[in-house]
């Protein structure tokens, strides 16, 4: 496996994902968007809310993975499954790219 290449595209997910995170965190914190007066609108307002909170906690764990990734890359430690000390199939990596468990021990 290329641990230069999967870098790049751990590096690059997590840019595209430091991006999503902010901007779904001003949202949250309406610094982009003015608050209903109408208790109609401030209902729906709360209810959309609750999506975006779901997605920015989705967000921030896939940040937390793909920042363990690098960090294991850094500690040569990336192709070994933390469970069995096995290694960690190439393929499983190209599609999980965070994982840090071998298919068996999945």
């Given at each position: 496996m290329d641990l230069d290449a999967q870098r790049e595209r751990l590096e690059n997910e997590l840019?595209?994902?430091?991006?999503?995170?902010?901007?779904?965190?001003g949202h949250l914190r309406n610094t982009d968007r003015e608050l209903p007066a109408d208790w109609t609108?401030?209902?729906?307002?709360?209810?959309?809310?609750?999506v975006l909170e779901a997605l920015e906690g989705r967000t921030r764990e896939r940040l937390?993975?793909?920042?363990?990734?690098?960090?294991?890359?850094?500690?040569?430690?990336?192709?070994?499954?933390?469970?069995?000390?096995?290694?960690?199939?190439?393929?499983?990596?190209?599609?999980?790219p965070t994982t840090h468990v071998c298919a068996k021990c999945a």
């Open positions: 840019r595209t994902l430091l991006g999503r995170h902010a901007r779904l965190t609108e401030m209902a729906q307002f709360v209810e959309n809310d609750e937390d993975g793909m920042v363990q990734a690098l960090a294991r890359i850094d500690q040569g430690i990336y192709l070994v499954c933390a469970r069995c000390g096995g290694t960690i199939e190439a393929e499983r990596l190209d599609i999980l």
